[in-house]
């Protein structure tokens, strides 16, 4: 419960800049970049490595102010997803989708009703979102989501789909992951961003490996829509190396800079690498080649103390579930051999601190804010 109420602070919370000196003062911008990798030697075998941009400024990603206004505004729309995503919804192969997800009218008793509900909605809006993204999708079907087995395959969370939720499924033709992000980056990210580099580099050449696939959604939620472009790929099969774990070779580069975007302030927190192991058996973090931030445990929870300060936090840093969250601080760039850190080794020792209460309480909901989208869109919760 607690990840559903900070995902909705940040929501509220995310679209002002929020200024507090501690150290030195440091802003929470709109704009988010997230690099993640997912590490599942529990289930599936897969690694899978992701750049996330992020924003609830239609200034910083590029949707029409009038169509996201009428998305917001509709009571019925829980997400707007485009995607080339294998099988985005069941019965649909071989082409990219447009799911224009809509929340069940529970007086829909049978399934003409509930497609008949479904339809009237969202051909309000097909038009308009195959103009604004230079898209010609055309219906497919109705979908029911029983269950949130569409969260896995697009790896979101209920927030998009699950019990409750009906996809009008748009369908059209097909394309390569690189073109099609090439193109969807074009039109959403604005040249001064694009220019920045930093996590945008990297996700164009990650959208070159042959697993690539892309999404673009939007999220309504009160006065704001968490816009959201995402580029991924799958590594199948991966035996994990558990004296070297390397995320950036997943992510294909040697050094993750920070978009220049943020060089005109001290943004800390707009910038975050994220490691998750789903491990087959009890294991800690160990061998840590780069810095440790200093924490403080509230609520259960490791925050860090000093956010000027770079470095890994670990949490939880033992069990079949470790979770590793990079901050920057005031560095710009960080280097593969930084990054490196092992399992089963030696359990590695947190520096903690005791804080006061103010400050912690502006940290959590800092670092919650711009860090709790990714990760509960991606729909991991610890």
Known sequence: MRKEIVYFAMIALIGISTTYAYSQEASLATFQETAQVMIDEKISQNVTASITLQSTSVQEIKVPPSLEQKIRENENISAVVITNQEHCILGVADESCILINVKRNFSDTNFPAIQDSTLKISEQFIEDINDAFDTNAELHSTFIHPNDETNTTLETSGVISGRGTISAVYTMPME??????????????????????????????LSTDENAKMTFSIIPSGNK?????????????????????????????????????????????????????????????????????????????????????????FDPDEGQVIQGKYIFGEKTAVSSEELEFSLGGE????????????????????IGAVAAAAYYLKGYRK
């Open 176 to 205: 390569d992951t690189s073109t099609m992000y090439e193109k969807m980056s074009a039109i959403l990210i604005p040249k001064i961003i694009r220019d920045s580099g930093g996590f945008y580099d990297v996700a164009r050449n």
């Open 225 to 313: 829509s968490l816009l959201q472009l995402r580029v991924s790929t799958d590594y199948s099969e991966t035996i994990l190396n558990k004296e070297k774990i390397e995320p950036l070779a997943f992510l294909k580069t040697d050094e993750l800079k920070r978009s220049e975007y943020f060089s005109e302030g001290f943004y800390p927190l707009n910038s975050i690498i994220q490691v998750v192991i789903l491990s087959a058996e009890e294991t800690n973090v160990s061998d840590v080649r780069g810095n440790m931030v200093t924490t403080q445990t509230v609520e259960n929870e490791k925050i860090p103390t000093d956010v000027t300060k770079h470095g890994w936090i």
């Open 347 to 366: 359990s590695v020792q947190y520096e903690e601190q005791v804080l006061d209460e103010s400050i912690i309480v502006v940290i959590i909901i800092t």
